[in-house]
């Protein structure tokens, strides 16, 4: 399982208690407690309930200073261009594996270059296939088919 910029969580990364995340962010721990309620950034938690800030999350209250101060932005645009950049992301990744999916398959039908075996499925359509009889030399019967004796 990986977190959400796709380290492994079992990996030794730094956190912050609270005070520290307030003190380098430049905010009061009570904002950060109102940006968490409000779910602008997510800490994780410990058992007692200790909030413990990533680098991701300082990032992204810095961010939402950044949006909040310089640009006027409410509490509540800034939840919104959150969501939007969350959904990018993730449409982001969906079309990444999509692509890779795509290239494979590409692959699998143009029959590997590599020399590798590839399956073939079995087919149920049936082509049913007549053969037209060529006109003969000097004339003919103006052109009808044998098969059909219609002239089609």
Do not use: C
């Not at 590798?116 to 079995?122: L, M």
Request: charged share 35%.
């Amino acid at each position: 399982m990986s977190d959400r910029n796709g380290d492994d969580p079992g990996e030794s990364r730094e956190v912050f208690v609270i005070s520290v995340a307030a003190e380098i962010t430049g905010m009061h721990a009570q904002t950060l407690r109102t940006y968490d309620r409000l779910g602008l950034v997510s800490p994780e938690r410990t058992s007692g309930g200790g909030r413990r800030y990533s680098r991701d999350d300082i990032e992204q209250l810095q961010e939402i200073q950044r949006l909040s101060h310089d640009e006027g932005v409410n509490l509540a645009g800034i939840k919104a261009i959150i969501d939007l950049q969350n959904q990018v992301r993730d449409l982001r990744d969906e079309v990444d594996e999509l692509r890779l999916r795509l290239a494979s398959a590409e692959q699998s039908a143009r029959g590997g270059r590599r020399g590798e075996i590839v399956h073939v499925p079995r087919s149920t359509a049936v082509v049913l296939w007549e053969q037209r009889r060529r006109r003969g030399r000097g004339g003919g019967d103006g052109g009808e088919d044998a098969a059909s004796g219609d002239g089609r």
